[in-house]
């Protein structure tokens, strides 16, 4: 098939990488052209502009960092208004619910179908074609691209036929992933406190009932206390929690553990960790526990 | 050896049974009586109180529900002052740090060794002989004991020569398993507010980010939306939170997510759910987003 | 002076009325027509539309509910772009810190000054003329409307060049005022869970160390669990709170107590509690205190 | 009237020296004898130890700084099973629900009446006689006490025939102290961080919506960043707060607030603040928002 892929990050990279291996056409755009001269050794196409990369493209997969970049480039430059059926629109990122519903009803008014199908999965995973795919959205839409994502995830789960269903799945995920740093954090100065090592109660938990990348992965950060590089920014961190509280607020859900690692995130902005791994809540923990120096 | 085991609760008799099937004679009670049939049956005496069980006991082993329950049968009762050298006391169950350096202060009065012992793994668990063991006190006491807690036990953990650092481990481990209960509940409101099942929610997560016994275990529950019967009460819940925030408490560590639980607790008892299991907190989760009646 | 006032809430009637009478002629405009009334029988003069209202105006006023209305008539009817100096902008309202430097910005370029003036007091404070006007801008803007603020107020604090200090400042005031209503709330469930009368807790701090309108206004509101008509609607609250949050949030700020009221709020919003003043958050804590009903 | 007063800190002293103004025979008795020196020059009689300054007293005063000092002087030492009728104990100090309800059982026992009396007012007040008394337990005997309570204070509460009902409402009182103060502290950290002046918001409160002793006191300590000489130190804010909590959780009443300012308070303790005021908290409120150092 003929695919247009909107947006090159880490992420963006593998996925694309590996619909090219499937033997796809694949026609790439980024803000910043340099990030597609590895998908072009692959054989993709690096298209002059969006508008360019999405001419007599099948499928439009977009995976963009933010609402803003995807807004721009998607709406606010006119680009939407101009495609046309049996176009069909993948948007991989994780976006706002409100976004979501607003880009299903834009794209419903043109006739161009929409789902979001945010994934679960760091880069690694992505290019292991290992990710879990969260879709929502119209089910013939979904079928038609569902070989696709076969190439690109392990597992396709379908949410509803409501795009932003996928979303408030891949939020409520997040959610889940952040507490249990925050969490690790929080018992990390408890131990410390009485002479016990982080690194055992890590070594514990994730070998016996915590088993897993979150605890492993962010839990090794932790017990070694090194937040750099940053496998997701804690000033990302902070925009997701936004996120979530704003899907969480719109049908006056109450979520007080995602409001407490809200302010456990701007403590760190405020120490200057905005962009340290977000697994840096557990720094903050120590910090006002007085186990770490402010 | 000759063992003394005090406590015959559902977690005391698995491991008890899996003490007399490695060939140690098992000196047995429980203030109720009939709690040790099924042990007896396995071969253990049932003495006919704490004294007579501990008498002529290489090792005692304890297991009780709470700190007053410890506190008066080894400590009021004037059983401790009785004990002797070589005896090793480990002290298997979840008490606070406070008695444990009580009981350490105590035991070295005496000579004997005291050794804190609490295990993670629930009875089926404890069954298999397969229980994570969080051991602290004095080395060479524990290199005594450790076959006695290799036939037990899938590993132990050494945690340190204080024997209540073996505590704060179990109770820092307990304090990541409630907060994992709380986060999955507000989770589960979120996402069923934005019409998506919790079942899915839960279904995703522990087969892909979060595998293990606790998001499977207790995700499940809320899944289903099913609290009894209770695998751990929620009353029981609120006295471990109340032991790890005043361990923090003692060495000034503020632990907020965990004092948020315990109003999350507190909320359930006052819905008449303390007897139902702690993943009852879901229900509160739901009920303060108007999801279901109050 | 010719003054043109936009926005006839009942705070901004009351406040034009003294405008009125102080000899001052007021051209006044509100998007239901009928609000402006009262103050047409006061002598106003009922503005076709607001940039009728503001032709040959030395002085605007507005007083809008919330920023969307307020950028709708203001700044997305390109009115703000059609103002010329010398008139100077008064803004009453509470509006978000990121408006009140956008709309700062939006004027420098005009030429028009531009003032925030949000005010403390309710709609028979500012009857009274006893408003605390809590206002920022440019100083000489400033000084040449003090003599109409002084014919509104009881006191002008002047809070900094930069007009956005008078929001932070409003919202900080605000802020205040929610977390003494949440905790008069908690403290209700406290006593009454002991067998003593919330409305005699009030009685008593509100007559000694806690007096002042808030403390015996909602007070006696939760006194009597009595929360309608609203004074003010905890659906608009939940607005300031938000407010809040961004202007903490802009700087990296932590408000635990803000993030814990906003859940509060969205615990009375989902128990259909939205129209109802504020002081039901009350009724919340009692709720969750199994002490109402769900 | 000849009464017996047990506890002399800076609060006793003031209330004792009331007594004997209003011509009184008063015996004291404090820990530290030298506390006893001003009173004797007012013509106290300090007594060798308590059982000796009870010896014929009508009424007996207690007001000790804690739990267990008065469990020490009254229940240990075996004085509380001397005391016969008609004596009445008035017990002014801060305690425990629990240990309320425990000294109404005890003194029950006995036949002597106990009254829960506690105050609010700082030493100052005391001094002025300007308390408000808190008082609960059997009615008969508060009639007997009321004209030495009048002695000592501006108002009596009656809230209750059994004792600890008064214990709980000075509980509550110092909850929405406390929870002022650190909402103090959180909207100082915001103010601040957009460049406007603490000093500024807490005028602006305290001579407007927030008029009184605590937004005014502790307002003003927060407005100099001085907090020493502590007034009321958060060592002893946090056995407060421990109180508060334990008298909810005994009803099952979660306390959001409460929690929050306990985790602030450890935050404080963590950062060697323990001695100082209790207002540290807006100290706090400022590190976490990186405003001051840490």
């Known amino acids: 098939m003929k ?4 947006g090159l990050g880490a992420m ?5 990488a590996n619909l090219l291996k499937a033997g796809h056409q694949v026609s790439a755009w980024n803000r910043t052209a340099t990030a597609g001269d590895a998908l072009a050794a692959q054989g993709a ?16 997969f977009s995976m963009f960092a933010d609402d803003p970049s995807l807004r721009a480039v998607l709406i606010e430059s006119g680009l939407l208004a101009t495609l046309r059926e049996p176009l069909v629109h993948v948007n991989l990122a994780t976006i706002s619910v409100v976004l979501a ?3 299903a009803a834009l794209h419903a008014a043109t006739g161009v179908a929409y789902l979001s199908a945010p994934v679960v999965g760091r880069p690694h995973v992505a290019a292991a074609a290992a990710l879990q795919i969260l879709a929502a959205g119209p089910a013939a839409a979904l079928d038609r691209v569902q070989p696709l994502l076969d190439v690109i995830g392990k597992k396709t789960w379908r949410l509803g036929d409501r795009a932003s269903q996928a979303n408030v799945m891949k939020l409520a ?3 889940m992933l952040v507490s249990a740093i925050e969490t690790m954090g929080e018992a990390a100065a408890l131990v410390d406190a009485h002479g016990v090592s982080p690194s055992t109660l890590i070594e514990l938990v994730s070998s016996s ?3 897993g990348p979150v605890y492993q992965g962010y839990g090794s950060n932790i017990a070694e206390q090194r937040y750099e590089p940053a496998g997701f920014k804690a000033r990302l961190g902070l925009k997701d929690v936004r996120l979530i509280l704003a899907a969480a607020e719109s049908e006056s859900v109450p ?7 809200r302010d456990s995130l701007l403590d ?12 840096v809540l557990a720094q903050g923990a120590l910090r006002r526990a007085g186990r770490v120096p402010g």
């Not at 196409?45 to 001419?55: F, G, K, S, T, V």
């Not at 760190?268 to 697994?279: E, P, Q, V």
């Open 45 to 60: 196409r690096i298209a002059a502009n969006p508008a360019d990369a999405c001419a007599d493209a099948d499928v439009l």
């Open 209 to 211: 009932i915590f088993p």
């Open 12 to 16: 963006g990279q593998a996925v694309a």
């Open 255 to 261: 979520l007080p553990i995602a409001s407490l690692v």
């Open 173 to 175: 995920v997040n959610f």
């Open 3 to 6: 695919l247009a892929f909107l």
């Open 101 to 103: 519903d607003e880009l």
């Open 268 to 279: 760190a902005l405020a120490h200057g960790d905005g962009d340290k791994d977000w697994s």
